[in-house]
Antibody, heavy 116, light 110 residues
């Protein structure tokens, strides 16, 4: 059974940093592209970043480019999102997802609140 | 960016057919591939993939869900609607980066 479990969320002040993790199991993690998708409270879904299966290619949405870094450790079957210079508009639930064009499996999400 | 437009809400009776539409600002089809996907999200839960590449049923999804369309116009159909289907439905395109989602259609009971 495919499982994706996010962690690392919480309350953080504007301008500070936070790092999210996503532990994967039930599939060969190193065979799949992965992504982060976020959802602000009561809002829709927004793709944040994607990373290729080997980690060599990354892509970012314009709203996070230059501030967020996606990475992965295939030996640990874990996906990461380093979030720097956080803003109030980054407040959202962050989901990790397997990315095949579609997002076929999603984690349960982790809440990030940016507030002073 | 490709903009996906969905109606905000749709009211339907149990046992009836629900048709949810998604219109793209430009074509999301390449050759025979229609790069539009559909998700269901219930309150407090993560999204779930229902349909991939416009018309392919995802694993474990009941056959009362179906998808159609090409180019810029796509449809998700639920027939018949059951109580468990009350949720918000999102379309997503992967034709062009960045991947974008529609704003969602909230399916409500009439």
């Amino acid at each position: 059974e495919v499982q994706l479990v996010e962690s690392g969320g919480g309350l953080v002040q504007p301008g500070r940093s936070l790092k999210l993790s996503c532990a994967a199991s039930g599939f060969t993690f190193s065979d799949y592209n992965m992504a982060w998708v976020r959802q602000a409270p009561t809002k829709g879904l927004e793709w944040v970043a994607s990373i290729s299966y080997g980690g060599s290619n990354t892509h970012y949405g314009d709203s996070v480019k230059g501030r967020f870094t996606i990475s992965r450790d295939n030996a640990k079957s874990t996906l990461y999102l380093q979030m720097d210079s956080l803003r109030s508009e980054d407040t959202a639930t962050y989901y990790c997802a397997r990315h095949l064009g579609d997002f076929d499996y999603w984690g349960q999400g982790v809440m990030v609140t940016v507030s002073s | 960016d490709i903009v996906l437009t969905q109606s905000p809400a749709l009211a339907v009776s149990l046992g009836q057919r629900a048709t949810i539409s998604c219109r793209a600002s430009q074509s999301v089809s390449i050759s025979r591939y229609n790069l539009m996907h559909w998700y269901q999200q219930k309150p407090g839960q993560q999204p779930k993939l229902l349909i991939y590449r416009a018309s392919n049923l995802a694993s474990g999804i009941p056959a009362r869900f179906s998808g159609s369309g090409s180019g810029t116009d796509f449809t998700l159909t639920i027939n018949p609607v059951q109580a468990d289907d009350i949720a918000t439905y999102y379309c997503q395109q992967s034709r062009e980066s960045p991947d974008t989602f529609g704003a969602g259609t909230k399916l409500e009971l009439k």
